[in-house]
């Protein structure tokens, strides 16, 4: 099989190395997936080259990427921003990270998916995952599994 789609978790903290040791958990090894998370003390700068750097190794400067980031809008978004809008149709970026989005395309690469499609299934997974439990068992449904 070809090397799947690389996954790159861009975060605060340790957030992502958190879920991704989660998704291996339950799915086991995961080859290309990475996660970088901003220390506090970390200069913009600095976390935006890193980011880079980790997105350069993951996709030889050259094939597709998902980077999947924790928080609309915050520094875990940014970052890799304007690398995505140097590399329109090869890098993209779905903000929200939750596990059910990240077993999700993880699963979804397996299958070849392409980028767009992964983006979709992420946006989906993420928006699905998200629900009132009690609420959903006093009507009668069963949280969903992913």
């Known amino acids: 099989m070809?090397?799947?789609?690389?996954?790159?978790?861009?975060?605060?903290?340790?957030?992502?190395?958190?879920?991704?040791?989660?998704?291996?958990?339950?799915?086991?090894?995961?080859?290309?997936?990475?996660?970088?998370?901003?220390?506090?003390?970390?200069?913009?700068?600095?976390?935006?080259?890193?980011?880079?750097?980790?997105v350069e190794e993951a996709t030889g400067g050259t094939g597709p990427a998902l980077i999947l980031a924790d928080l609309a809008g915050g520094s875990a978004s940014s970052a890799p921003l304007p690398l995505v809008q140097a590399r329109p149709g090869q890098l993209a970026l779905v903000a929200g990270l939750n596990l059910a989005m990240l077993l999700t395309v993880l699963i979804r690469r397996e299958e070849a998916a392409p980028l767009t499609e992964l983006v979709a299934a992420a946006i989906e997974a993420g928006r699905d995952s998200i629900l009132d439990v009690e609420a959903s068992l006093k009507h009668g449904q069963r949280p969903a599994r992913h």
């Open 2 to 54: 070809d090397t799947p789609t690389p996954v790159v978790l861009v975060t605060h903290g340790t957030v992502g190395e958190a879920l991704k040791a989660a998704a291996e958990d339950i799915l086991g090894p995961q080859a290309a997936l990475w996660a970088a998370g901003r220390d506090p003390e970390e200069p913009a700068a600095a976390f935006r080259n890193r980011v880079a750097a980790l």
